[in-house]
């Protein structure tokens, strides 16, 4: 069937299999209120969830999305403008694409193979608790200021990458005789194969750590990918500020430019076996061609050459 408002107000249970539903502006109360859609199409200007939604196997089309209270979207695609919740808010997303301009997030959100394109921003807000299993985001500006769980795969490509002051970012980890495969006994040479589970990309030219950043199996900075994916660039910026706190084991980072203020530990970066798809190499141990001195040791380097690196307004002693 077919439903076409200006408004409606949900305060009951109401189930709709298979409609076409057209309404300019809808609210879901709190409480009693719950709107239920499966195989189903939802447009309109303005949505706001003060009650419960679930949607499966559903396309939604907004200008603007209110989510107070819970949402579950199950192998649906979701086109929404503008979507922002608050404290009290429980998201729920499982195979979903969602694509739009802005997605604030301030509640809990949990994400399970999703994929996200903001055109403007993703901003998880201070205190709000994000647990991804296997995410892409795409955007200009990514900023996460609260708690970021990931697992499997978690791939952020932006313009500018903030993990800002008081931010957690924690990855999932595996045991160690189930990360490495052995060599075989034949070549007493060969080192162990690296077979992450959990990796984090970072694909932006300006990123800033200023919050803590632990976990995983395998983490990599860098900058864009061409479209083909067979060129990857540098990041024009990386820095760590007063605030970061940062220990992870194995991964990769390319960088034209180093700041590093935080408490830094990266163990294992590119010099040990090679992790699958990934194809690590030896090229972050950097130091200052004159002083030789590491971004973890106070350095602020510049590149100066595809290899050589020097101090930027002096040296640290």
Do not use: W
């Amino acid at each position: 069937g077919s439903i076409k408002s200006k408004q409606a107000v949900i305060s009951g249970k109401t189930s709709l299999d298979g409609f076409d539903i057209d309404i300019d502006a809808a609210m879901i109360e709190q409480e009693k209120g719950s709107l239920l859609l499966d195989n189903a199409r939802y447009t309109g200007h303005s949505l706001q969830n003060n009650g419960t939604f679930q949607f499966d196997h559903s396309a939604l089309i907004l200008d603007e999305l209110a989510q107070h209270g819970e949402m579950h979207g199950m192998h649906s695609s979701m086109k929404v403008g503008t979507i922002s919740d608050d404290v009290t808010a429980r998201t729920l997303l499982e195979e979903v694409t969602l694509e739009g301009k802005r997605l604030d997030l301030t509640g809990g959100a949990q994400l399970s193979r999703v994929h996200i394109r903001e055109d403007e921003y993703v901003h998880a807000a201070d205190g709000s608790k994000l647990k991804t299993d296997e995410v892409e985001i795409e955007t200009g500006d990514f900023t996460e200021e609260g708690a970021l769980d990931y697992a499997h795969h978690l791939t952020i490509k932006a313009k500018k990458a903030i993990f800002a002051k008081g931010s957690v970012v924690n990855g999932q980890k595996t045991a160690d005789e189930q990360l490495f495969t052995q060599p075989s006994e034949n070549d007493p040479e060969a080192k162990p194969t690296l077979n992450p589970q959990h990796i984090l990309i970072i694909e932006a030219p300006i990123v800033l750590l200023d919050g803590s950043m632990s976990g995983g199996d395998y983490t990599e900075i860098r900058g864009e990918v061409s479209t083909d994916g067979k060129t990857v660039s540098q990041c024009e910026e990386l820095s760590t500020g007063d605030s970061a706190s940062i220990d992870l084991k194995h991964g990769r980072i390319s960088t034209q430019s180093l700041q590093n203020k935080g408490k830094t530990s990266l163990d294992d970066f590119g010099d040990r076996g090679h992790a699958r798809g990934q194809g690590m190499k030896k090229e972050f141990f950097i130091r200052c061609a004159k002083c030789g001195k590491h971004p973890t040791e106070g350095a602020a380097l510049r590149k100066i050459g595809r290899r050589l690196f020097i101090c930027i307004g002096g040296h640290p002693k």
